[in-house]
């Protein structure tokens, strides 16, 4: 399931452009290149822009449009790597992929965790992705 937008106001969907011989998948969350193309984060980023609203393949030679939203003030339910609990309400968590939180420690504060979904084996939360200040 990924990353899943529970909340979404007009305006918050886009087309932008993504990276040459690149898979995204629907849920992914996603930043810009260096080149200025959209491509899915990794456990390392700290920030994320955008979640991708579809799934999508480039070729080698192509930029093609790929519809996104952007996350912020966008409430998600989020797939996490590991079992949940309810002392991590409230918890600024990482990424574990483009698909999946870290929700064990911290480094990047990526995602705030607002909630929890089903039972912690679920492994789900809601939250918002944080957005940096400098």
């Known amino acids: 399931m990924a ?12 087309a932008l452009e ?32 955008f979640s991708a609203d579809e799934t999508k393949t480039s070729a080698a030679a192509s930029n093609p449009l790929i519809n996104v939203t952007q996350v912020r003030e966008t409430e998600y339910i989020a797939d996490t790597a590991s079992n949940t609990t309810q002392a991590q309400v409230g ?15 911290s480094s990047n504060d990526v995602f705030l965790i607002t909630d929890l979904v089903g039972i912690s084996t679920d492994k789900q939360v809601k939250g918002y992705f944080v957005q940096k200040t400098s």
């Open 91 to 105: 918890d600024k968590v990482d990424l574990a992929s483009a698909t999946t939180l870290a929700n064990t420690a």
């Open 3 to 14: 990353f899943t937008p529970i909340t979404r106001d007009s305006g918050k969907s886009r």
């Open 18 to 49: 993504m990276a040459a011989s690149t898979t995204i998948t629907k849920g992914d969350a996603l930043k810009f290149d260096t080149n200025g193309f959209v491509v899915p984060s990794v456990s390392t980023d700290a920030e994320v822009l």
